[in-house]
């Protein structure tokens, strides 16, 4: 007679496990499925390519290696040279005609801040046009926009840099939340905001900026992540650590004193602002791992709000896309899943250098804002080390043991387990104008990470 196991490794099925399990037996449950359906040959050779393993520790070395120091504050005319009409997005490349509403409602606005139109209404005969306006993604000028990410030429950019390359990564201010530009909404009080942030804030920063001490982005990002921030939709403490190095430059810098006083007014009461650090702090260390061939880690995950694009370290500039998934989540007032645009903005670019939420687990407070549980917040972390290259050490997770957070998305594992990137995102409404309606979590279409990998094979077969 056989005997009664002590012990059983349950893979796939509950059923059985629970079956086991009910008879006494310890049962070690093991998450396990099939690759992604297709993708078995691509996986088998570019398992084989002889370069991958190298390539994949040169991306992540490069990745984790990046340090980033805040250097400037300037306009986008200067730092970019963007010129009248020139209008940068986030998310892969797209046409109006296809643009969702947040992002029309930013270029819409946009176009009345830089005078092309004196009602933003206007603009759309402008847009549809398309003689005297052009649209191009961020990530083409090295740049990364959250949401619409709609960046004009007046507009002002935190400049940031690695010492080590020189590179440098821009993003523009961070305006706040609700009816802002960045979700779409373009009203009187928008554009009345945004003007004074190019003639008062601006300025003010980038005299602060070049009168304090080199700002240390990356190390602020490594304190946060352990006083319950993750660095994408919880950022209070990177915020108030930003405004702790430069304030005593903006209070000396010889500015108006009401204007100094509505500067720290507007930081201190917009928890969001150090997000425009932190997205190029992460596309900083991720540009650091492009163009390596045979590496198979993703270098940016990106939404226009009606595209989703991943570029991939082993496969250069090219964009694999696929529809915007509509975030589920917890929604502001009356507006309910009806009335959300499908996912948009490069804010995801933190979870692809492993924050966001990839480091829910430093920040259980952010199930509050984008809904789950705290169980769900610590689960989510330990699941993306499933399919990431390895973790970071000086972005730790206190609750795990400051284990490093999983960093270095790999496509190969993606498409081996089936387990999708989780993003924590803010909602926007899907008419222009209507600015925020929500935040909550959401997974790129699976179908990208295949075609990505099917380009990946190509190469590695040559």
Same mark, same amino acid.
């Given at each position: 007679?056989?005997? /009664?196991?002590?012990?059983?490794?349950?893979?796939?099925?509950?059923?059985?496990?629970?079956?086991?399990?009910?008879?006494?037996?310890?049962?070690?449950?093991?998450?396990?499925?099939? #690759?992604?359906?297709?993708?078995?040959?691509?996986?088998?050779?570019?398992?084989?390519?002889?370069?991958?393993?190298?390539?994949?520790?040169?991306?992540? @070395?490069?990745?984790?290696?990046?340090?980033?120091?805040?250097?400037? %504050? @300037? #306009?986008?005319?200067?730092?970019?040279?963007? &010129?009248?009409?020139?209008?940068?997005?986030?998310?892969?490349?797209?046409?109006?005609?296809?643009?969702?509403?947040?992002?029309?409602?930013?270029?819409?606005?946009?176009?009345?801040?830089?005078?092309?139109?004196?009602?933003?209404?206007?603009?759309?005969?402008?847009?549809?046009?398309?003689?005297?306006?052009?649209?191009? #993604?961020?990530?083409?000028?090295?740049?990364?926009?959250?949401?619409?990410?709609?960046?004009?030429?007046?507009?002002?950019?935190?400049?940031?840099?690695?010492?080590?390359?020189?590179?440098?990564?821009?993003?523009?201010?961070?305006?706040?939340?609700?009816?802002?530009?960045?979700?779409?909404?373009?009203?009187?009080?928008?554009? &009345?905001?945004?003007?004074?942030?190019?003639?008062?804030? $601006?300025?003010?920063?980038?005299?602060?900026?070049?009168?304090?001490?080199?700002?240390?982005?990356?190390?602020?990002?490594?304190?946060?992540?352990?006083?319950?921030?993750? @660095?994408?939709?919880?950022?209070? @403490?990177?915020?108030?650590?930003?405004?702790?190095?430069?304030?005593?430059?903006?209070?000396?810098?010889?500015?108006?004193?009401?204007?100094?006083?509505?500067?720290?007014?507007?930081?201190?009461?917009?928890?969001?602002?150090?997000?425009?650090?932190?997205?190029?702090?992460?596309?900083?260390?991720?540009?650091?791992?492009?163009?390596?061939?045979?590496?198979?880690?993703?270098?940016?995950?990106?939404?226009?709000?009606?595209?989703?694009?991943?570029?991939?370290?082993? /496969?250069?500039?090219?964009?694999? /896309?696929?529809?915007?998934?509509?975030?589920?989540?917890?929604?502001?007032?009356?507006? $309910?899943?009806?009335?959300?645009?499908?996912?948009?903005?490069?804010?995801?670019?933190?979870?692809?250098?492993?924050?966001?939420?990839?480091?829910?687990?430093?920040?259980?407070?952010?199930?509050?804002?984008?809904?789950?549980?705290?169980?769900?917040?610590?689960?989510?972390?330990?699941?993306?080390?499933?399919?990431?290259?390895?973790?970071?050490?000086?972005?730790?997770?206190?609750?795990?043991?400051?284990?490093?957070?999983?960093?270095?998305?790999?496509?190969?594992?993606?498409?081996?387990?089936?387990?999708?990137?989780?993003?924590?995102?803010?909602?926007?409404?899907?008419?222009?104008?209507?600015?925020?309606?929500?935040?909550?979590? %959401?997974?790129?279409?699976?179908?990208?990470?295949?075609?990505?990998?099917?380009?990946?094979?190509?190469?590695?077969?040559?």
């Amino acid at each position: 007679m056989n005997a /009664t196991p002590s012990h059983v490794v349950g893979v796939g099925a509950d059923l059985f496990s629970d079956a086991v399990a009910d008879q006494a037996v310890a049962v070690t449950r093991v998450d396990w499925r099939p #690759p992604m359906e297709g993708t078995e040959a691509d996986l088998a050779t570019v398992a084989a390519d002889p370069r991958r393993r190298a390539a994949n520790e040169q991306a992540l @070395a490069a990745m984790l290696g990046v340090s980033a120091t805040l250097v400037d %504050v @300037a #306009p986008a005319s200067e730092v970019l040279g963007l &010129e009248p009409g020139q209008f940068l997005h986030a998310g892969p490349p797209i046409e109006w005609a296809r643009a969702s509403g947040p992002l029309r409602g930013g270029l819409m606005a946009g176009a009345a801040l830089e005078g092309l139109v004196e009602d933003p209404e206007e603009a759309v005969a402008l847009f549809e046009a398309g003689t005297s306006v052009s649209l191009e #993604p961020c990530h083409h000028r090295n740049t990364v926009g959250p949401m619409a990410g709609v960046v004009t030429p007046s507009m002002w950019m935190w400049v940031l840099e690695d010492k080590t390359s020189g590179h440098r990564t821009y993003c523009s201010l961070n305006e706040g939340l609700g009816k802002v530009l960045r979700y779409g909404a373009y009203s009187p009080d928008v554009l &009345e905001r945004l003007r004074w942030m190019s003639a008062v804030l $601006g300025p003010l920063l980038q005299t602060a900026v070049r009168n304090s001490e080199p700002v240390d982005v990356t190390g602020i990002l490594t304190q946060m992540l352990q006083m319950g921030d993750e @660095a994408h939709n919880r950022n209070r @403490a990177g915020t108030l650590m930003m405004l702790r190095d430069l304030a005593p430059a903006m209070a000396t810098s010889g500015a108006d004193s009401s204007d100094v006083a509505d500067a720290l007014r507007f930081i201190g009461g917009n928890d969001h602002f150090f997000l425009n650090l932190a997205m190029p702090a992460c596309k900083l260390a991720l540009d650091a791992a492009r163009n390596i061939e045979g590496s198979t880690m993703v270098v940016a995950m990106a939404r226009n709000g009606t595209d989703f694009g991943i570029q991939v370290s082993g /496969t250069g500039n090219e964009w694999f /896309t696929g529809p915007a998934q509509v975030a589920d989540g917890l929604y502001l007032g009356d507006y $309910g899943p009806k009335d959300a645009n499908p996912d948009i903005g490069d804010s995801a670019i933190t979870e692809t250098a492993g924050i966001g939420g990839f480091a829910m687990a430093t920040a259980p407070a952010i199930v509050r804002l984008v809904g789950g549980s705290v169980s769900d917040a610590l689960a989510t972390t330990r699941r993306m080390h499933e399919i990431t290259l390895g973790e970071n050490p000086r972005w730790s997770v206190p609750v795990l043991d400051f284990q490093g957070t999983p960093s270095g998305i790999d496509v190969t594992r993606v498409c081996r387990t089936g387990i999708l990137p989780q993003i924590n995102t803010g909602m926007a409404g899907k008419q222009a104008g209507v600015g925020q309606v929500g935040a909550g979590l %959401v997974t790129p279409p699976a179908e990208i990470f295949p075609a990505a990998l099917a380009a990946l094979a190509a190469r590695a077969r040559g």
